[in-house]
């Protein structure tokens, strides 16, 4: 806790304008006041920054520094932004997804800190004092970097480039929000977990009550995903291929039904017609780690299945590999995602849209629309920390959360 050297009436300023704040949220954007609503608020002056989650079980903290908070904001709208910030921190779980690299060391808390502030910066208007953008780190850089993407396509791509970043600085000289206290999610694991969803599931419930106000379309679907139900994408796989039309096959091992007494005729059983075509995304935003996670998921699965699998890896184009593809170090990083590239692979190579199953492994970044096609069997598989761009995805979106038994 803060020291007692600090005035009353530091805290009490503060306080009238997270309040101040709040209730504007609760105007305009409701359910990010909802969330602030749940969040125990504590003063603590060795915070690293103006303001950060912390997990102090059974609750998520908001941990403020009084100093740095009076330093860097001095109006309602700059109090909005900053826990606008924190809010949508929590529904893009970076507080967990992230509490290891936290831990690790300083550069690697500096690297998530900055790519996680990029990835919700945008959707706030306006912005808010000590608030990282794209245009300050492409200019630090001096490469042009997605918009709108998730946090860890901007840690692969800024990660090879942590020299630079330390050596230019960020252009900002106002301190921005504390990120060392998501590490104290780590031990606690599920807990935290769960109940930083039960605080948005609860702000979601109780706004959508009173209607959500102004949010982005891509923050509702953030919510949306983090709320659905965790599913096993082996068993969406299981599924779509049991829907697939097989037809008819003979075989003496069945009698033929039509003529029992011809002894001498065959019988017939369904014939396994089933294809999966497995498309692995290649882009520059995916790490040889993810990859090689995503063929080893494959490669098990195909031990359980009596189907015929190929293997493709995508960027803007389609190639065809083998499961080596990683193993023997073939593998060479492209460049951005074109989903569309997919299914016009499909449609050259043949693949008949009633009896293949098609697999994407993809982090998520690619096109909003997707062009008309047939394919309908459809298994998206995104890492826990991925959002499908996709507007109205086809098929089955699941997130690989862990290394899935058999």
Known sequence: MSSQRWPHMTYQKIDELIQKATMKLLDESRFYGEVVLRLNRVYDDTVGGTMGLSWQAPFWELRINPILFEEVYHSVADVKGALTHQVLHMVWEHPIRYADKIAENAAEAKMVGLATDLSVNQYIRGGFPGAHTLAEVEEMIELDLPTYADSSTYYNLLHPLMDTIDNEGASSQLPGDDHKGWSTGAEAGEEAEATLRNVVA?????????????????????????????????????????NVP??????????????????????????????????IDNSASISDDTASRFIAEVAQMQKQLAAAVDF??????VHAIDKSWIADGRRRAGGGTRFATIFETLQSERYQPQSTVV????????????PANRYRRLVWVLPTDATLSVLQPVGQVVTLTKWEGD
């Open 359 to 370: 697999v994407i492994f993809t982090d998520g970044d690619g096109e909003q629309e997707l």
């Open 312 to 317: 493709f890896a995508f960027d803007t184009e």
């Open 246 to 279: 097989a037809g008819k096959q003979d075989s003496r091992a069945r009698f033929n039904r039509r003529q029992p007494y011809r002894m001498e005729l065959p019988g017939q059983v369904d014939a396994t017609q089933t294809k999966i075509a497995v498309f």
């Open 202 to 242: 609860d702000a979601n419930h109780d706004a959508l009550v009173a209607g959500r106000g102004n949010m982005a379309g891509e923050v509702e679907r953030q919510i949306e995903q983090l709320l659905a139900p965790r599913r096993n994408w082996r068993g969406l796989l299981r599924k779509a291929m049991s």
